[in-house]
T-cell receptor, first 113, second 116 residues
């Protein structure tokens, strides 16, 4: 199994631009979690899905952030418009259920100038 | 509410010596406890978990962790450290109390430095 796949691995963009991060779940998993990691705030859960349905999005910073699961194996996290304070490493993780072990992708390192 | 504390930002140990990375937790019900490791520029990698049963849990790369309910701790241990164990280690907890939700709460991480 290839594990959780994230793209792009690195993204540099200018303030105000739209950013889309992508995540492919491990085959057979049905829960998807988006995290953000920064030096100041550590690892934060942004949103998670179960069976394509968003369960808890209380960690999403503001309306500029949105996440979707258009199908059972794929998710996107969009930031529009992006701001410098959004610079972070964004991870997605998948699991076989919302109570099962989460397996993380390699992350997308985002830099907003 | 559930919480996790990793009291040490960094742990330094010489290669070949035993290592311990500390973790304490707070939950309303019973805990599910996890350890993850993060190597530079990589995602978090699952090491081990405690759900129920034996308090000593064995995981990947020779790591183990001991669940201590009275001390609400889940310290990560390894009998003999390797330089390649140098990384960032995260403890995480999920509360099994009915109304606790299903989220994992992560500690702030402990950087382990193993010196030759």
């Amino acid at each position: 199994d290839a594990g959780v796949i994230q793209s792009p691995r690195h993204e540099v963009t200018e303030m105000g631009q739209e950013v889309t991060l992508r995540c492919k779940l491990i085959s057979g998993h049905n829960s998807l979690f988006w995290y953000r990691q920064t030096m100041m705030r550590g690892l934060e859960l942004l949103i998670y899905f179960n069976n394509n349905v968003p369960i808890d999005d209380s960690g999403m910073p503001e309306d500029r952030f949105s996440a979707k699961m258009p199908n059972a194996s794929f998710s996107t996290l969009k930031i529009q418009p992006s701001e410098p304070r959004d610079s972070a490493v964004y991870f997605c993780a998948s699991s076989g259920g919302i109570r099962e072990t989460q397996y993380f992708g390699p992350g997308t390192r985002l830099l907003v100038l | 509410a559930q919480s996790v504390a990793q009291p040490e930002d960094q742990v330094n140990v010489a290669e070949g010596n035993p290592l311990t990375v500390k973790c304490t937790y707070s939950v309303s019900g019973n805990p599910y406890l996890f350890w993850y490791v993060q190597y530079p520029n990589r995602g978090l990698q699952f090491l081990l978990k405690y759900i129920t049963g034996d308090n000593l849990v064995k995981g990947s790369y020779g790591f183990e962790a001991e669940f201590n309910k009275s001390q609400t701790s889940f310290h990560l241990k390894k009998p003999s450290a390797l330089v390649s164990d140098s990384a960032l280690y995260f403890c995480a907890v999920r509360d099994t109390y009915n109304n606790a939700g299903n989220m994992l709460t992560f500690g702030g991480g402990t950087r382990l430095m193993v010196k030759p």
